[in-house]
């Protein structure tokens, strides 16, 4: 596909013509805004227009037809031990009680076997709801802030507090930057635990959260604070810990004397924080830039004029709305620069991108929800486990010689329900077939001609159109097997086309 070079002039914010939003931009718009979707669906988001189907993306808060139970899973697995059970356990020690002392033990390492399988539980939870939800970007944000605001399951070790701070994500994912996320993030026990902030106290202030919240969730390593501004950061977040299943504010180990933030000194503390911060421009830019990459462009060699100037916008956008993130999404994608050509495939698909991208669109069966992390994990995206507090670094770092070779194996599980070795991962699992597809193409490829379904079944898997070279050697390859678009002939196409490099780009 044809590139401009990166100082020749692109598109911009600019409100896309209503006329040009034809269904191959629809289909652009659902995955980038989502995880893909069917044919049919996206047709019917075409014949919306692109406001109407934008705005139907981004107005999920008013749909509750998805919800979760409250009481899905256990909540008291990792419960702190009660002060009668400390007691017991002081009195075996000093006692030399083994015995007691060896149940103990042998009670809490069985809590924690629980506790593993029931995040193991709620990996697969998620990952089910990503592939069925009908709210498609409240997902695709809840995991673009899980990125963000990275915390992670292993040093944590509370399946629980997890998936309530994965909740909260949710419910806040197109919310109000400054005022939902960022304020709420310093109050969540998994964010404040992952970050050691319950053992930060007014005699001994621990500066993880504060740098952290400068350097990676607001305003960018470097960018217009210094080493001073995080220790005095940090003292403004002392007492700041959780009990149980909440947030709890210790007075006592709050630092309530004056600190400098920015130049500014007051008896500031972790709500003044949050607020100070955002009186920096980096704030809005920064967000602005990750949310560029995920939905636009991977930008590998770093942000072009055009690139840099359209984020401008986005920040202006955001600062002038007062922080609410709705009115920055609607203004992107419904820009001619989201349909630009250059921004077409411009994505490498992360693992869970490209699993629940291939189910969407191919409607695979979902076979092992288990197996299906297990993958995801081995390709690099472990969900409720980012490898740092600076998430994932996403695009060219998804791929390499031993992740591709996964990423193109899950594609043929999906479609066969066979691993590499052609044996059957599980059993009983049912066969799959492509009639919705075979119907799809024979619909629109008037006389069944074998090279609109080819060219027509490139450009629905791999988002770009595809160069006349593919079209051709496939083609050729549907002619040599009787030139019908059957059930068999689209799966043998399917599994060359999931396995070709195109198929990692989004």
Same mark, same amino acid.
């Given at each position: 596909?044809?590139?401009?070079?990166?100082?020749?002039?692109?598109?911009?914010?600019?409100?896309?013509?209503?006329?040009?939003?034809?269904?191959?931009?629809?289909?652009?718009?659902?995955?980038?805004?989502?995880?893909?979707?069917?044919?049919?669906?996206?047709?019917?988001?075409?014949?919306?227009?692109?406001?109407?189907?934008?705005?139907?993306?981004?107005?999920?808060?008013?749909?509750?037809?998805?919800?979760?139970?409250?009481?899905?899973?256990?909540?008291?697995?990792?419960?702190?031990?009660?002060?009668?059970?400390?007691?017991?356990?002081?009195?075996?020690?000093?006692?030399?009680?083994?015995?007691? #002392?060896?149940? %103990?033990?042998?009670?809490?390492?069985?809590? $924690?076997? =629980?506790? +593993?399988?029931?995040?193991? !539980?709620?990996?697969?939870?998620?990952?089910?709801?990503?592939?069925?939800?009908?709210?498609?970007?409240?997902?695709?944000?809840?995991?673009?802030?899980?990125?963000?605001?990275?915390?992670?399951?292993?040093?944590?070790?509370?399946?629980?507090?997890?998936?309530?701070?994965?909740?909260?994500?949710?419910?806040?994912?197109?919310?109000?930057?400054?005022?939902?996320?960022?304020?709420?993030?310093?109050?969540?026990?998994?964010?404040?635990?992952?970050?050691?902030?319950?053992?930060?106290?007014?005699?001994?202030?621990?500066?993880?959260?504060?740098?952290?919240?400068?350097?990676?969730?607001?305003?960018?390593?470097?960018?217009?604070?210094?080493?001073?501004?995080?220790?005095?950061?940090?003292?403004? #977040?002392?007492? %700041?810990?959780?009990?149980?299943?909440?947030? $709890?504010? =210790?007075? +006592?180990?709050?630092?309530? !004397?004056?600190?400098?933030?920015?130049?500014?000194?007051?008896?500031?503390?972790?709500?003044?924080?949050?607020?100070?911060?955002?009186?920096?421009?980096?704030?809005?830019?920064?967000?602005?830039?990750?949310?560029?990459?995920?939905?636009?462009?991977?930008?590998?060699?770093?942000?072009?004029?055009?690139?840099?100037?359209?984020?401008?916008?986005?920040?202006?956008?955001?600062?002038?709305?007062?922080?609410?993130?709705?009115?920055?999404?609607?203004?992107?994608?419904?820009?001619?620069?989201?349909?630009?050509?250059?921004?077409?495939?411009?994505?490498?698909?992360?693992?869970?991108?490209?699993?629940?991208?291939?189910?969407?669109?191919?409607?695979?069966?979902?076979?092992?929800?288990?197996?299906?992390?297990?993958?995801?994990?081995?390709?690099?995206?472990?969900?409720?486990?980012?490898?740092?507090?600076?998430?994932?670094?996403?695009?060219?770092?998804?791929?390499?010689?031993?992740?591709?070779?996964?990423?193109?194996?899950?594609?043929?599980?999906?479609?066969?329900?066979?691993?590499?070795?052609?044996?059957?991962?599980?059993?009983?699992?049912?066969?799959?077939?492509?009639?919705?597809?075979?119907?799809?193409?024979?619909?629109?490829?008037?006389?069944?001609?074998?090279?609109?379904?080819?060219?027509?079944?490139?450009?629905?898997?791999?988002?770009?159109?595809?160069?006349?070279?593919?079209?051709?050697?496939?083609?050729?390859?549907?002619?040599?097997?009787?030139?019908?678009?059957?059930?068999?002939?689209?799966?043998?196409?399917?599994?060359?086309?999931?396995?070709?490099?195109?198929?990692?780009?989004?």
């Amino acid at each position: 596909m044809h590139r401009r070079s990166p100082d020749m002039p692109t598109t911009s914010l600019k409100k896309i013509k209503p006329a040009s939003f034809d269904y191959w931009k629809a289909q652009h718009l659902l995955n980038r805004a989502g995880f893909g979707g069917q044919p049919q669906q996206t047709l019917a988001l075409r014949n919306l227009g692109s406001e109407d189907a934008v705005d139907q993306l981004l107005d999920f808060r008013s749909d509750d037809s998805y919800s979760t139970p409250g009481d899905e899973f256990d909540s008291d697995i990792m419960q702190p031990a009660t002060e009668e059970q400390r007691r017991e356990i002081r009195r075996a020690r000093q006692s030399g009680d083994e015995k007691a #002392l060896e149940r %103990y033990r042998m009670a809490r390492q069985q809590r $924690q076997r =629980n506790d +593993r399988r029931q995040m193991a !539980s709620i990996q697969d939870w998620w990952l089910e709801r990503l592939i069925e939800t009908p709210r498609p970007l409240q997902e695709k944000l809840t995991l673009f802030w899980h990125g963000h605001f990275a915390s992670a399951y292993r040093p944590i070790e509370d399946s629980y507090h997890m998936y309530l701070q994965n909740q909260f994500l949710r419910r806040n994912a197109v919310g109000n930057f400054k005022d939902d996320l960022v304020h709420g993030i310093i109050r969540d026990p998994a964010m404040i635990k992952y970050l050691n902030n319950n053992q930060n106290n007014r005699n001994s202030p621990n500066e993880n959260l504060s740098r952290e919240l400068m350097e990676l969730f607001t305003l960018g390593e470097g960018r217009g604070y210094d080493e001073e501004d995080i220790k005095e950061g940090a003292r403004t #977040l002392t007492g %700041y810990s959780f009990r149980d299943d909440g947030f $709890q504010f =210790n007075q +006592r180990n709050h630092d309530d !004397s004056r600190k400098t933030i920015f130049g500014r000194t007051g008896t500031w503390d972790g709500h003044d924080f949050v607020e100070l911060i955002f009186t920096r421009p980096a704030a809005a830019t920064f967000v602005c830039e990750k949310l560029y990459r995920y939905f636009v462009n991977d930008a590998p060699g770093g942000f072009t004029k055009s690139q840099a100037a359209v984020i401008r916008k986005m920040a202006a956008t955001l600062k002038r709305s007062d922080w609410e993130l709705k009115p920055v999404l609607r203004q992107l994608f419904l820009s001619e620069h989201f349909y630009d050509e250059e921004n077409i495939g411009a994505c490498i698909k992360s693992p869970a991108q490209l699993i629940v991208q291939c189910i969407r669109s191919i409607q695979t069966p979902t076979r092992s929800l288990r197996k299906l992390n297990e993958a995801c994990g081995i390709m690099g995206q472990s969900l409720f486990n980012p490898p740092s507090v600076k998430g994932w670094e996403g695009g060219r770092k998804w791929i390499n010689t031993s992740t591709l070779f996964v990423r193109q194996n899950v594609a043929i599980y999906l479609l066969t329900g066979r691993d590499e070795n052609a044996k059957p991962w599980d059993a009983g699992q049912s066969d799959f077939t492509v009639e919705h597809l075979v119907e799809h193409l024979q619909g629109i490829s008037g006389r069944d001609t074998v090279r609109d379904g080819v060219t027509y079944l490139l450009r629905f898997a791999h988002s770009t159109p595809p160069d006349e070279d593919r079209i051709r050697q496939w083609t050729t390859y549907v002619n040599e097997r009787g030139g019908r678009l059957d059930n068999a002939t689209i799966m043998n196409l399917l599994a060359l086309i999931t396995a070709a490099p195109e198929y990692q780009l989004c």
